[in-house]
């Protein structure tokens, strides 16, 4: 029986475990040292500029507005709201409208909506919102996602270090208790999300700052040029930012799970897995199209090299083929018995770790602990959902390869995508 789980473990044990190992150090030092750290710059308010993009969201944006509206933060806020082919989502236009007269009172809170009345895109309504902003920082938000109201405080402290590039903040489930799908999401993003990218952020080794919320210096961002028109342009956007402080020395790209969002998810099987078609196929094209060149070690710099091709390559893209292939192989070759003998096995091993990781990051970054203690409840099917969610990143990956899906997203026109050079 331990002959047909030969191949899989070593890969477990060379990929996944030291991963962990990693994310739960990088939980301690954020915990320990950084947050203590952060503390101390809460004086620190420059102008900040949010930049949200706008579609089709109709009043359910003033919810966005109104979080930034009341943040508790002493500085100036600018709210840029960019709607995105305004002829024909006027509803959100409107409803940005009807709040100009509830923010007029607000102190140091600025609304400004820009309407494109064609459609062009995410990129181009963020980078239309920067061309306009005149904050210090600069911070990418979608418009159906509402904050905390220490969200800019929080965030900014952490930009009041120099060698602080840019950064992302939490997002949490906002629709949780819609289905089971969402709730199992809300676990997904606390261990998934929350715990990996505190850990990884706290070594500098962040892998991706959120489309959906993101912190950067205006400054940085002008230098760079914007955001480049195509799909993901979060990845490719902290790729970026990882190749220019590369060529500027103790330069970070960071973390902080205190600024918190929320968010809806996809709340059907369905449109779960084509949202992760979507995501997955487009890391591939990221990684594997239009930033192949930058894996060596002269432009991202060993540590960040070492931790995108573990963590971003074979972690993401190389071990859900592998643990197809295993599936196959150990159905064909081995009896049933042992089959299910080395399933169960499998699912135990992750079922520790799922409840292992839930725990940590309940315990050490959890500011909802009464909500998050619920999910624990969802941690014996979690190894479930999780391995469907790998399976299912083949046909994403595959898909990208043969059909270029990147080319066909939601996110802009096809007119726009087809300026993309890959």
């Not at 979080?67 to 989502?89: H, M, R």
């Not at 993003?189 to 993101?214: D, E, K, P, Q, W």
């Not at 972690?315 to 018995?337: G, K, S």
Request: net charge positive; hydrophobic share 45%; with cysteine.
């Amino acid at each position: 029986m331990m002959a047909s789980q030969q191949p899989l473990f070593p890969m477990v044990l060379l990929l996944e475990l030291p991963l962990y190992a990693l994310i739960v150090a990088g939980i301690v030092r954020y915990r320990f040292i950084h947050r203590r750290a952060h503390r101390q710059a809460r004086f620190h308010a420059p102008r900040v500029s949010c930049v949200i993009t706008c579609y089709s969201e109709g009043p359910a944006v003033q919810n966005t507005i109104r979080s930034l509206a009341s943040q508790i933060y002493p500085g100036p806020i600018e709210i840029l709201a960019v709607v995105d082919g305004a002829s024909a989502n006027r509803g959100t236009w409107r409803a940005l409208q009807a709040m100009k007269s509830e923010l007029a009172r607000s102190h140091q809170r600025v609304l400004k909506i820009l309407p494109k009345w064609q459609r062009g895109g995410r990129v181009s309504s963020m980078n239309a919102g920067l061309q306009l902003s005149r904050g210090e920082i600069v911070m990418a938000l979608d418009g159906d996602t509402s904050f905390d109201n220490n969200m800019v405080a929080e965030a900014v402290s952490r930009m009041a270090d120099p060698a602080m590039l840019g950064l992302t903040g939490t997002l949490r489930v906002r629709n949780r208790q819609a289905s089971l799908w969402t709730r199992f999401q809300a676990l997904e993003y606390l261990v998934g999300l929350i715990a990996t990218r505190t850990g990884l952020g706290a070594f500098n080794l962040l892998n991706n700052v959120s489309g959906a919320f993101g912190v950067f210096r205006r400054d940085v961002l002008t230098r760079m040029g914007g955001w480049e028109c195509g799909t993901a342009e979060d990845l490719d956007m902290t790729m970026r930012l990882k190749r220019y402080g590369r060529r500027r020395r103790d330069r970070r790209i960071g973390f902080e799970p205190y600024a918190i969002g929320h968010t809806d998810v996809p709340v059907g099987f369905r449109e779960l897995l084509k949202q992760r078609l979507r995501w997955d196929g487009d890391l591939f094209y990221i990684y594997a199209r239009k930033h192949r060149g930058a894996f060596a070690p002269g432009i991202m710099g060993w540590p960040n090299l070492i931790a995108t091709l573990w963590y971003g390559l074979l972690h993401q893209i190389v071990l859900p083929f592998v643990i197809v292939i295993y599936l196959i192989w150990i159905l064909m070759t081995r009896p049933a018995e042992q089959v299910m003998a080395g399933l169960i096995l499998i699912y135990g091993l992750y079922l520790l770790i799922s409840l292992l990781m839930t725990v940590i990051s309940i315990a050490m970054l959890s500011e909802r602990r009464g909500e998050d203690l619920r999910l624990l409840l969802l941690v014996p099917l979690f190894p479930i959902y999780r391995g469907v969610m790998r399976l299912w990143s083949t046909v994403a990956i595959l898909a990208e390869i043969v059909l270029e899906t990147h080319k066909d997203s939601s996110m802009a026109p096809w007119w726009i995508l087809k300026r993309s050079r890959y």
